[in-house]
T-cell receptor, first 115, second 112 residues
Framework: GAVVSQHPSRVICKSGTSVKIECRSL??????MFWYRQFPKQSLMLMAT?????????EQGVEKDKFLINHASLTLSTLTVTSAHPEDSSFYIC???????????FGPGTRLTVT | GEDVEQSLFLSVREGDSSVINCTYT??????LYWYKQEPGAGLQLLTY?????DMKQDQRLTVLLNKKDKHLSLRIADTQTGDSAIYFC????????????FGQGTILTVHP
């Protein structure tokens, strides 16, 4: 149980375009979903927290107009990177939790490369 | 803000025990976690411990928590080559419940 999927696993896009990454909880209802960014050989940096049906809470320094998060249902959250720039190239990982949220389950990650 | 620190590298021989250490600063931490990340993959939750516990054992994994010193450790018994990965400790609690703060990760290398 507690499986989280992400799609796509890898994506290459051109500068200036937008790309959407999906995060799904497959066998549980995710009250809260989190989006992280991980640079090579570094730890995870929390970008934002989203609860179903409400606006995401962004961490300091994360541009909400650039990284659009939509938590449309209890099993789906999307992250859209708008006007992508090579600096946005990174590994994006989502996680999901249900109930009180003390167990977070992570997706396999999405490797974004912006050319 | 909260801070979580880990040593960056650990190298052990197959069959030996591995001990990965972590320190944290947030005295209001409620849950502390160990995650495993293999190359190019997401994070796998290995185990977690509630802050009112001192120890938790789960098969080859033993977690020790010293709340006074804010020190967490993960012991892997009979380490195998498949255990080679990056191990992250993380904490949550206090005013930022549900939000995980991660350490930098410890790269565990297991030699045959």
């Amino acid at each position: 149980g507690a499986v989280v999927s992400q799609h796509p696993s890898r994506v290459i896009c051109k500068s200036g375009t937008s790309v959407k990454i999906e995060c799904r909880s497959l066998d549980f209802q995710a009250t809260t979903m989190f989006w992280y960014r991980q640079f090579p050989k570094q730890s995870l940096m929390l970008m934002a927290t989203s609860n179903e049906g409400s606006k995401a809470t962004y961490e300091q320094g994360v541009e909400k107009d650039k990284f659009l998060i939509n938590h449309a249902s209890l099993t789906l959250s999307t992250l859209t990177v708008t006007s992508a720039h090579p600096e946005d190239s990174s590994f994006y990982i989502c996680s999901a939790s249900e109930g009180e949220g003390y167990e977070q389950y992570f997706g396999p990650g999405t490797r974004l490369t912006v050319t | 803000g909260e801070d979580v620190e880990q040593s960056l590298f650990l190298s052990v021989r197959e069959g030996d025990s591995s001990v990965i250490n972590c320190t944290y600063t947030d005295s209001s931490s409620t849950y502390l976690y160990w995650y495993k990340q293999e190359p190019g993959a997401g994070l796998q939750l290995l185990t977690y411990i509630f802050s009112n516990m001192d120890m938790k054992q789960d098969q080859r994994l033993t977690v020790l928590l010293n709340k006074k010193d804010k020190h967490l450790s993960l012991r892997i018994a009979d380490t195998q080559t498949g255990d080679s990965a990056i191990y992250f400790c993380a904490e949550t609690g206090g005013t930022s419940y549900g939000k995980l703060t991660f350490g930098q990760g410890t790269i565990l290398t297991v030699h045959p």
